[in-house]
């Protein structure tokens, strides 16, 4: 355990030390310049191994995670409450209120506390118990609200964890200035928000795959690899990268399949789960599994 934590910190150090102003980390360097490989990744998404239409009340889904063995938990975008999806049963089992109606665009589940992203950057924790949903409007007392403080106005669509650094990872879909997307990363041990690595919109238009801006609206920690994976419902498109944030794949989604894709998660044995809202009709969740 103590080898764990030494781990921890020191990747916290290396990654926050090195988005300090003038020092530039080697993974972000433009690859715009180069040659680009597109990385084939170990799903074949053109093939999910299961398909959820969702219930109404997730058509606007907007986020997702693993919560326990064969659930998952949601948002959607219009009120402040998780609903606990059960994969077997395909139905809502369980459901939480914690705010008033906002725009909620991500949900994480780690060590027991539920966090809840708004749009504009503000987190809600919550522990939550199955069975004991509460159903009261506005949340409870239970409740905290985390106040960010991000930098300028933004737009964040993107809310991930990652358990080496201990961080909640946010992604931003627009913000201030440049087209580039900024990764911010929220350590749950020191309380302190970083900002991690740029997302720069060459990177992403060297390999070639449509002129539209990547605008996360999704991050998720792959459980295996610790690749990150982050979804453009913008361009519809998913994309990995390291930690410092170089590209190191770009696929093409299906939109018939995953029209407004926002939402995703891994599961342990890293199964893919990715969710996309309805397009006028019912929210939609797929899983691919992943190659031996």
Not at 20 to 28: A, I, L, Q, V
Not at 257 to 265: D, F, H, M, R, S
């Amino acid at each position: 355990m103590r080898n764990r934590i030494t781990l921890a910190s020191l990747l916290l150090l290396t990654l926050f030390s090195a988005c300090k102003p003038g020092k530039k980390k080697t993974d972000e360097a433009d690859q715009s310049t180069s040659t680009v490989v597109n990385e084939p990744i170990p799903y074949d998404l053109a093939n999910p191994a299961q398909t959820h239409k969702l219930p109404s009340d997730l058509r606007e889904i907007s986020g997702l995670s693993y919560y326990k063995p064969g659930r998952l938990a949601c948002v959607q975008d219009e009120v402040g409450m998780v609903f606990i999806y059960d994969l077997a049963k395909k139905a809502v089992v369980d459901n939480h209120v914690f705010g008033p109606k906002g725009d909620f665009e991500g949900v994480e589940y780690v060590n027991k506390t539920l966090y809840a992203l708004r749009s504009d950057g503000e987190l809600y924790a919550f522990e939550h118990e199955d069975g004991n949903g509460i159903k009261i409007i506005g949340g409870g007392p239970q409740t905290r609200h985390i106040k960010i403080d991000l930098p300028g106005k933004n737009d964040m669509e993107g809310l991930g964890y990652d358990p080496q650094l201990n961080a909640l990872l946010l992604a931003t879909k627009d913000g201030p200035g440049s087209d580039d997307k900024k990764i911010y990363f929220y350590s749950l041990k020191n309380k302190t928000l970083f900002q991690g690595f740029i997302l720069k919109q060459a990177n992403v238009a060297a390999f070639g795959l449509g002129d539209k801006k990547f605008k996360p609206s999704g991050i998720a920690v792959h459980p295996q690899t610790h690749d990150y994976y982050l979804l453009s419902a913008a361009s519809n498109q998913l994309l990995v990268c390291t930690v410092q944030g170089k590209v190191k794949s770009v696929i093409k989604l299906d939109k018939d399949l995953l029209p407004q894709a926002e939402g995703i998660c891994f599961l342990p044995d890293g199964t893919l789960c990715i969710s996309s809202e309805g397009d006028g009709k019912k929210g939609i969740l797929v899983l691919y599994n992943m190659k031996s």
